[in-house]
């Protein structure tokens, strides 16, 4: 069965302050993951696209790892703004067709950012 | 170029009564997919239209049903509601590009919250 496991459920850190998030797929045959950012009240936003030969993307201060062997992705917030207060939530695509019923969504990790 | 809405927004209704949601795609979006969201399970599949035909299914009972307009336009619908049923419902809309299908990013709505009495 295809399953998204992130980790932690949810963190709290310090304005300023790096942070990863980790996501671990059973997802087969594989071909793309995404990461979406849930602002509170609003539909999720993506934040990267990743896959299977590519290892890292950044997009500003998010920076997201994937390594296809161990089926583990990780995203990095670097120097925490309030803004970034929000669930993260990791999406595998399997490798079929196209429809939307080959993502397989994990619960997210929601952070909350201290001032 | 607007983004994916969704009405109403917020939504208070009683056991038994039933409910439809409406979503507006993305401007040239021909798919529209419905998603449930709840804090213990995150999001899950209801349905996926594509040209006013339901491609996909998630596993849901038959309660819940949706159908797609010529302009791309979608409605669900959940008839018979049941407390469990409250959740955040998200509309998406994507480009369905044959070139690269397994590429196509969903756009998400901002939701209507459902609440059951």
């Known amino acids: 069965k295809n399953q998204v496991e992130q980790s932690p459920q949810s963190l709290i850190i310090l304005e300023g302050k790096n942070c990863t998030l980790q996501?671990?797929?059973?997802?087969?045959?594989?071909?793309?993951l995404r990461w979406y950012k849930q602002d509170t009240g609003r539909g999720p936003v993506s934040l990267t696209i990743?896959?299977?030969?590519?290892n890292t993307k950044s997009n500003g201060r998010y920076t997201a790892t994937l390594d296809a062997d161990t089926k583990q992705s990780s995203l990095h917030i670097t120097a925490s703004q309030l803004s970034d207060s929000a669930s993260y939530i990791c999406?595998?695509?399997?490798?079929?067709?196209?429809?939307?019923?080959?993502?397989?969504f994990g619960k997210g990790t929601h952070l909350i950012i201290q001032p | 170029k607007a983004g994916v809405t969704q009405t109403p927004r917020y939504l208070i209704k009683t056991r038994g009564q039933q409910v439809t949601l409406s979503c507006s795609p993305i401007?040239?979006?021909?798919?529209v997919s419905w998603y449930q969201q709840t804090p213990g399970q995150g999001l899950q599949f209801l349905f996926e239209?594509?040209?006013?035909?339901?491609?996909n299914k998630g596993n849901f009972p038959g309660r819940f049903s949706g159908r797609q307009f010529s302009n791309s336009r979608s409605e669900m619908n959940v008839s018979t509601l049941e407390l469990g049923d409250s959740a955040l419902y998200l509309c998406?809309?994507?480009?369905?590009?044959?070139?690269?299908?397994?590429?196509?990013?969903?756009?998400f709505g901002p939701g209507t919250r459902l609440t059951v009495l």
């Open positions: 998406a809309s994507s480009v369905v590009s044959g070139r690269a299908p397994n590429y196509n990013e969903q756009f």
């Open positions: 996501c671990n797929y059973t997802v087969s045959p594989f071909s793309n």
């Open positions: 990743m896959t299977f030969s590519e």
């Open positions: 999406v595998v695509r399997v490798l079929a067709g196209g429809g939307a019923d080959g993502l397989t």
């Open positions: 401007s040239g979006h021909r798919s």
């Open positions: 239209y594509f040209s006013e035909t339901q491609r």
